[in-house]
């Protein structure tokens, strides 16, 4: 059974940082493109950054130079490194997995068949 669990999330003061955890297990996790999504109160669930297979990086425009997303060197985890955190950025995040590749799943939400519980992220201004 697949399974996905976010960790780390918290408060921080605009200009802060955080660094999400997302731990995988029940598959083989390298065979699929994991994604960071957020969503806000009253917005819509927004994409973040993708991970693919080969490792290859996507991200939103809205968090390119600040977010990173990385695996762990067993690729049974993958954080999310978050710098310059600014109000906007407050969100609850999950992480994502899907079969397909990142290529095809893009930022579609409908296309993620895994899903872990998310964890809140606070920022102050």
């Known amino acids: 059974q697949v399974q996905l669990q976010e960790s780390g999330g918290g408060s921080v003061q605009s200009g802060g940082s955080l660094r999400l955890s997302c731990a995988a297990s029940g598959y083989p996790y390298s065979d699929y493109c994991m994604a960071w999504f957020r969503q806000a109160p009253g917005k819509e669930l927004e994409g973040v950054a993708t991970?693919?297979?080969?490792?290859?990086?996507n991200y939103a425009d809205s968090v390119r130079g600040r977010f990173t997303v990385s695996q762990g060197t067993d690729n049974a985890i993958m954080y999310l490194q978050m710098n310059s955190l600014q109000p906007d950025d407050t969100a609850m995040y999950f992480c994502?997995?899907?079969?397909?590749?990142?290529?095809?799943?893009?930022?579609?939400?409908?296309?993620?068949?895994?899903w872990g519980q998310g964890t809140q992220v606070t920022v102050s201004s």
């Open positions: 994502a997995a899907a079969r397909s590749g990142c290529f095809y799943a893009g930022y579609r939400a409908e296309a993620f068949s895994y």
């Open positions: 991970i693919e297979r080969d490792g290859s990086l």
